[in-house]
């Protein structure tokens, strides 16, 4: 049974920087993509950083460019979002999400991805 769990959100101020974490286990796919979603207030569920197992490309939402990077630690399992430069906006859960790859491309919405963790609120102050 697939499991992902995040861990590593809290308060910061605009400005300060985080570094989320997802322990991912139980799936047995050959290739993979995963990402980070996020949860505004209010708003719906975005991808914003996605990652293809095999060779590690990369692709960001226009909001996350140039300030978050997405990681992999295959020996643990485990998935970072690195985040700096937080605004305000950047409020909300995040999430980290799971699927099998069919391409290299693992861009997608919330209907692309079929296991979720249960997220982590990241929250930032002016």
């Known amino acids: 049974q697939t499991q992902l769990a995040e861990s590593g959100g809290g308060s910061v101020q605009a400005g300060g920087s985080l570094t989320l974490s997802c322990l991912h286990y139980?799936?047995?796919?050959?290739?993979?993509?995963m990402s980070w979603f996020r949860q505004a207030p209010g708003k719906g569920r975005e991808g914003i950083v996605f990652?293809?197992?095999?060779?590690?490309?990369?692709a960001y939402a226009d909001s996350a460019k140039g300030r978050f990077s997405i990681s992999q630690d295959d020996a643990k399992n485990t998935l970072y979002l690195h985040m700096i430069n937080l605004t305000p906006d950047d409020t909300g859960m995040y999430y980290c999400?799971?699927?099998?790859?069919?391409?290299?491309?693992?861009?997608?919405?919330?209907?692309?991805?079929?296991?979720w963790g249960q997220g982590t609120q990241v929250t930032v102050s002016s």
């Open positions: 999400a799971a699927r099998a790859a069919s391409s290299r491309s693992c861009v997608g919405s919330v209907r692309d991805y079929d296991h």
């Open positions: 139980g799936y047995r796919y050959d290739r993979s993509c």
């Open positions: 990652i293809y197992s095999v060779d590690g490309s990369t």
